[in-house]
């Protein structure tokens, strides 16, 4: 029996986070119900400090969530109060082929990501960046 799943990423701002994800990805990020917000804080379901206002949008304060447009394989960002202290031990390898890796480390290096380092395994290689919070991921 195959299990439906999203990844979920600890962030100290998931909504700045599930934006850079969202562009470097090319996904979208979810939309935020802000009808339903308003609902939950008036009938005294969530407390209005539970909220904020990211790009004009009321939305939750602890999480963001990026959706792929076809599939709709989930990302989650969610608000934790510590920061990153040691390497993944899990990451992604995003394989967009060797003729484009180069410009796509340029273009996301200059939306916040760091070069950590180039790597090399017999014929296969790749680049591992981190994201503006320092998680790692590979390019390939």
Same mark, same amino acid.
């Given at each position: 029996?195959?299990?439906?799943?999203?990844?979920?990423?600890?962030?100290?701002?998931?909504?700045?986070?599930?934006?850079?994800?969202?562009?470097?990805? %090319?996904?979208? +990020?979810?939309?935020?119900?802000?009808?339903? $917000? =308003?609902?939950?804080?008036?009938?005294?379901? !969530?407390?209005? @400090?539970?909220?904020?206002?990211?790009?004009?949008?009321?939305?939750?304060?602890?999480?963001?969530?990026?959706?792929?447009?076809?599939?709709?394989?989930?990302?989650?960002?969610?608000?934790?109060?510590? %920061?990153?202290? +040691?390497?993944?031990?899990?990451?992604?390898? $995003? =394989?967009?082929?060797?003729?484009?890796?180069? !410009?796509?480390? @340029?273009?996301?290096?200059?939306?916040?990501?760091?070069?950590?380092?180039?790597?090399?395994?017999?014929?296969?290689?790749?680049?591992?960046?981190?994201?503006?919070?320092?998680?790692?991921?590979?390019?390939?």
């Amino acid at each position: 029996m195959a299990y439906d799943f999203q990844v979920t990423v600890d962030s100290a701002r998931p909504h700045d986070l599930a934006d850079w994800w969202a562009e470097m990805l %090319g996904w979208q +990020v979810e939309r935020s119900n802000e009808e339903f $917000i =308003r609902e939950m804080v008036a009938e005294g379901y !969530a407390q209005e @400090e539970a909220t904020t206002t990211h790009k004009g949008a009321l939305v939750w304060k602890d999480g963001a969530a990026i959706v792929h447009p076809e599939t709709k394989q989930r990302f989650l960002f969610q608000l934790v109060p510590e %920061g990153k202290t +040691v390497k993944n031990r899990l990451h992604l390898d $995003i =394989r967009m082929g060797a003729d484009k890796i180069e !410009a796509e480390l @340029e273009r996301l290096t200059a939306n916040g990501a760091t070069f950590l380092h180039r790597g090399k395994q017999g014929p296969t290689e790749w680049i591992t960046i981190a994201d503006p919070e320092g998680n790692e991921l590979c390019l390939s």
